[in-house]
């Protein structure tokens, strides 16, 4: 019988739990456990997808609006990407609920049918394991294909979700393609996949740069972590005041490290930094230390910053040996 059918798929799943010669310790296998046993779900249960109030939506949007208006343009690049693919673009709060939507206006009632649009609840609890809930519950990006899913009506769908985190590394939400069409691939999959990473990483870094937008963004770590969206916000005075999830992971930066003052030159090496600012930051210095005949005190005044902020960007940009 087709996993697909109404009987077969839920069958599978309960051996699958069932059975302790089944994978049933994978990743996949704990979702579905906790779908059954933690939620009580039924994987035949036929019902159509809830949803929330006209109210609870407007409520849900506002609440998520500095993010969904930093993600607009990435919404509609990505679109534009995958769209022909037979696919609709989701980005959800954490509690699984699409805010923000793109897809074909031919495709719509057939997405609005499955739930695949704003409003629609897809959280662990409600729908079991899917590419957005499952994709919340474990922090980590996910597709779920196929008859993965948990509940037999929406084994018609593929879901790839990347979770999006707000300026200050808190999960906000996510980013999902989905596509209901049978021929999708694994090999298209992944490729799609690889878009919406990418896609996750550039909203999180224009909501960040948005959040913090009268500061310097400073590139931290190594090429791969830039590729990771590694940023950070530094103050006129040197101190860090914002780090992305991403540079928060990588150079172990949490809330109470920026609540206490802390100094970029603590976290950053100079090659965490272009080259082009580097050089233009140590001539600025230089020539505040010229006008000034030297004195420290009189140079950080006129670049409008404190002595200690002066004499740790000295030692940062390697002037500190020089004469004053």
């Known amino acids: 019988m087709d996993d697909r059918s109404?009987?077969?798929?839920?069958?599978?799943?309960?051996?699958?739990?069932?059975?302790?010669?089944?994978?049933?310790?994978?990743?996949?296998?704990?979702?579905?456990?906790?779908?059954?046993?933690?939620?009580?779900l039924d994987p035949?249960?036929?019902?159509?997808?809830?949803?929330?109030t006209e109210t609870q939506l407007h409520q849900a949007r506002q609440a998520m609006e500095p993010m969904t208006r930093a993600a607009q343009g990435v919404l509609d690049r990505l679109f534009l990407a995958i769209g022909d693919a037979g696919c609709c673009v989701l980005l959800t709060n954490a509690d699984g609920v699409p805010v923000e939507r793109r897809g074909a206006a031919a495709d719509d009632a057939l997405f609005r049918r499955w739930g695949l649009w704003p409003g629609a609840i897809w959280s662990e609890a409600v729908e079991g394991t899917n590419g957005i809930g499952t994709a919340l519950v474990e922090h980590r990006p996910l597709t779920i294909h196929g008859g993965q899913h948990f509940h037999t009506r929406n084994t018609a769908l593929s879901c790839i979700s990347h979770p999006i985190h707000?300026?200050?590394?808190?999960?906000?939400?996510?980013?999902?393609?989905?596509?209901?069409?049978?021929?999708?691939?694994?090999g298209m999959l992944g490729l799609i996949a690889a878009a919406v990473a990418d896609a996750a990483r550039a909203i999180e870094a224009?909501?960040?740069?948005?959040?913090?937008?009268?500061?310097?963004?400073?590139?931290?770590?190594?090429?791969?972590?830039?590729?990771?969206?590694?940023?950070?916000?530094?103050?006129?005075?040197?101190?860090?005041?914002?780090?992305?999830?991403?540079?928060?992971?990588?150079?172990?930066?949490?809330?109470?490290?920026?609540?206490?003052?802390?100094?970029?030159?603590?976290?950053?090496?100079?090659?965490?930094?272009?080259?082009?600012?580097?050089?233009?930051?140590?001539?600025?210095?230089?020539?505040?230390?010229?006008?000034?005949?030297?004195?420290?005190?009189?140079?950080?005044?006129?670049?409008?910053?404190?002595?200690?902020?002066?004499?740790?960007?000295?030692?940062?940009?390697?002037?500190?040996?020089?004469?004053?």
């Open 6 to 40: 109404r009987g077969g798929h839920g069958s599978r799943i309960k051996q699958a739990l069932d059975d302790a010669a089944s994978p049933a310790n994978s990743a996949l296998a704990a979702s579905w456990r906790r779908s059954m046993s933690l939620h009580g």
């Open 44 to 52: 035949e249960d036929a019902g159509g997808p809830q949803t929330l």
């Open 206 to 324: 224009q909501s960040f740069r948005q959040a913090f937008a009268t500061a310097r963004i400073v590139l931290a770590g190594d090429a791969a972590e830039r590729n990771a969206a590694a940023l950070l916000a530094v103050d006129r005075d040197d101190l860090v005041i914002g780090a992305t999830r991403a540079a928060r992971l990588a150079l172990a930066i949490t809330d109470e490290r920026i609540a206490g003052q802390l100094a970029a030159s603590e976290v950053l090496s100079p090659g965490s930094v272009d080259a082009d600012l580097l050089e233009a930051e140590r001539g600025a210095v230089r020539r505040a230390l010229a006008l000034s005949g030297g004195n420290v005190s009189a140079a950080a005044r006129a670049l409008g910053i404190s002595r200690a902020t002066l004499h740790r960007k000295l030692h940062r940009l390697g002037l500190a040996s020089e004469p004053h």
């Open 166 to 186: 707000d300026p200050r590394g808190r999960l906000a939400g996510l980013l999902d393609v989905s596509s209901c069409r049978a021929d999708a691939t694994v």
